[in-house]
């Protein structure tokens, strides 16, 4: 198992992944959003030679909020464009995991179109991340997007399509933490790992682990279970970077403790 830490877009990039070195990480979970993280605004070849200086891997991480269901065609299609101009920098960085969110953000439609359009948007952005060798995967997000029954309809209809988990959002928008069920239902597509925690309800708040409610060796003892032991990354956002090293501390050590 592996263990990465996600850049905060409104910082440098190729400062936070020598923080990252220095803190023990494995790689870096490479988010393009702007501000500075932005495609348009970041320094690839800095941010490659960086990366190569630190000995670090990476996985790609798009902005969550990009309409790709957009019932604006000329709406839609710019989200698309822009997670293809994401896919472009990921190739050039040799990134050849990248993640996608889906969007339940449509009035007044039925839940059937609004599956169908996000499958159909990302058909395209499958094919596109392929021409660049590069895997696509989508993201758990809370909503209609975080059950089985959804998940596994998405994946079914978009062959290609890896899946990403999410933990904490599994954690959100139900009575029980959804991570064991997710596993059972799509864990046969799961290419990647996000652990941060929260306090249930709707907030999706990255706290540091065992900041929240969910019980972190639970999750370690059922990932275990289902055979996972890629990457995984810490998507612990705070002002004092020792919350996201004790978060790397906690996780090796369960990991190991677990059987």
Same mark, same amino acid.
Request: proline share 4%.
């Given at each position: @198992?592996?263990?990465?830490?996600?850049?905060?877009? @409104?910082?440098?990039?190729?400062?936070?992944?020598?923080?990252?070195?220095?803190?023990? !990480?494995? !790689?870096?979970? &490479? #988010?393009?959003?702007?501000?500075?993280?932005?495609?348009?605004? &970041?320094?690839?070849?800095?941010?490659?030679?960086?990366?190569?200086?630190?000995?670090?891997?990476?996985?790609?991480?798009?902005?969550? !909020?990009?309409?790709?269901?957009?019932?604006?065609?000329?709406?839609?299609?710019?989200?698309?464009?822009?997670? #293809?101009?994401?896919?472009?920098? !990921?190739?050039?960085?040799?990134?050849?995991?990248?993640?996608?969110?889906?969007?339940?953000?449509?009035?007044?439609?039925?839940?059937?179109?609004?599956?169908?359009?996000?499958?159909?948007?990302?058909?395209?952005?499958?094919?596109?991340?392929?021409?660049?060798?590069?895997?696509?995967?989508?993201? =758990?997000?809370?909503? %209609?997007?975080? #059950?089985?029954?959804?998940?596994?309809?998405?994946?079914?209809?978009?062959?290609?399509?890896? /899946?990403?988990?999410?933990?904490?959002?599994? =954690?959100?928008?139900?009575?029980? =933490?959804?991570?064991?069920?997710?596993?059972?239902?799509?864990?046969?597509?799961?290419?990647?790992?996000?652990?941060?925690?929260?306090?249930?309800?709707?907030?999706? %708040?990255?706290?540091?682990?065992?900041?929240? #409610?969910?019980? /972190?060796?639970?999750?370690?003892?059922?990932?275990?279970?289902?055979?996972?032991?890629?990457?995984?990354? %810490?998507?612990?956002?705070?002002?004092?970077?020792?919350?996201?090293?004790?978060?790397?501390?906690?996780?090796?050590? &369960? /990991?190991?403790?677990?059987?």
């Amino acid at each position: @198992m592996q263990i990465g830490a996600m850049n905060h877009p @409104m910082r440098d990039a190729v400062g936070e992944i020598s923080s990252f070195r220095e803190m023990g !990480f494995d !790689f870096v979970d &490479l #988010t393009l959003e702007p501000a500075r993280a932005h495609p348009d605004a &970041l320094d690839v070849k800095a941010v490659a030679d960086a990366l190569s200086a630190s000995g670090l891997g990476a996985v790609g991480h798009t902005a969550w !909020f990009l309409p790709i269901a957009s019932s604006f065609d000329r709406v839609r299609q710019a989200a698309l464009d822009e997670l #293809t101009a994401c896919l472009d920098v !990921f190739a050039q960085l040799q990134i050849r995991r990248v993640n996608v969110h889906p969007d339940q953000r449509v009035s007044l439609y039925e839940r059937g179109w609004v599956v169908e359009r996000n499958a159909d948007a990302l058909r395209y952005l499958v094919t596109r991340a392929a021409e660049r060798d590069i895997q696509l995967m989508v993201e =758990n997000i809370p909503g %209609l997007f975080n #059950t089985p029954e959804t998940l596994r309809g998405l994946l079914d209809a978009v062959p290609g399509l890896a /899946w990403h988990l999410d933990v904490g959002h599994a =954690n959100l928008g139900a009575p029980r =933490n959804a991570t064991e069920h997710l596993l059972e239902s799509v864990g046969d597509r799961i290419a990647h790992v996000h652990l941060s925690d929260n306090k249930g309800g709707d907030a999706d %708040l990255h706290l540091p682990l065992g900041a929240g #409610t969910i019980d /972190w060796r639970w999750v370690v003892t059922v990932l275990k279970r289902f055979g996972y032991d890629g990457t995984i990354t %810490l998507e612990v956002f705070s002002p004092d970077s020792d919350y996201l090293a004790m978060s790397r501390r906690k996780l090796r050590r &369960l /990991w190991d403790e677990a059987t």
